[in-house]
């Protein structure tokens, strides 16, 4: 009888723990309508993402916004502005 309710208690924590990760808020999902703010030393307006600048995969703090009078992390990325590439264009053959 112990075996059997120390594996129900064992599955109920577990349960509770994967829970809480799965409803957890995403870091992006509050955070995008907001004024969004890039760090170059100092924080600056990025503007439009997909206009004005995206955010390259990695795992640094792309763009902040800000509660109150602190800047808070929202977009995980790089910052890049119109120059960011993501791929190597593809080269043209010369024609002969």
């Given at each position: 009888?112990?075996?059997?309710?120390?594996?129900?208690?064992?599955l109920?924590?577990?349960?509770s723990?994967?829970?809480?990760?799965?409803?957890?808020?995403?870091?992006?999902?509050d955070?995008?309508?907001?004024?969004q703010y890039?760090?170059?030393g100092?924080?600056?307006i990025?503007?439009?993402?997909?206009?004005?600048?995206?955010?390259?995969?990695?795992?640094?703090i792309c763009?902040y916004?800000k509660?109150?009078t602190t800047?808070?992390p929202?977009?995980n990325?790089?910052?890049?502005?119109?120059?960011c590439r993501?791929a190597?264009?593809?080269?043209k053959?010369p024609?002969?």
């Open positions: 009888m112990k075996k059997i309710k120390l594996l129900i208690m064992t109920a924590i577990a349960f723990i994967g829970g809480a990760f799965a409803t957890s808020p995403r870091l992006t999902q955070c995008q309508g907001a004024t890039y760090y170059n100092s924080y600056v990025a503007g439009k993402i997909g206009v004005d600048y995206l955010c390259a995969t990695s795992a640094l763009t916004y509660v109150g800047y808070v929202c977009m990325g790089v910052y890049c502005t119109a120059n993501t190597n264009p593809p080269k053959n024609k002969k």
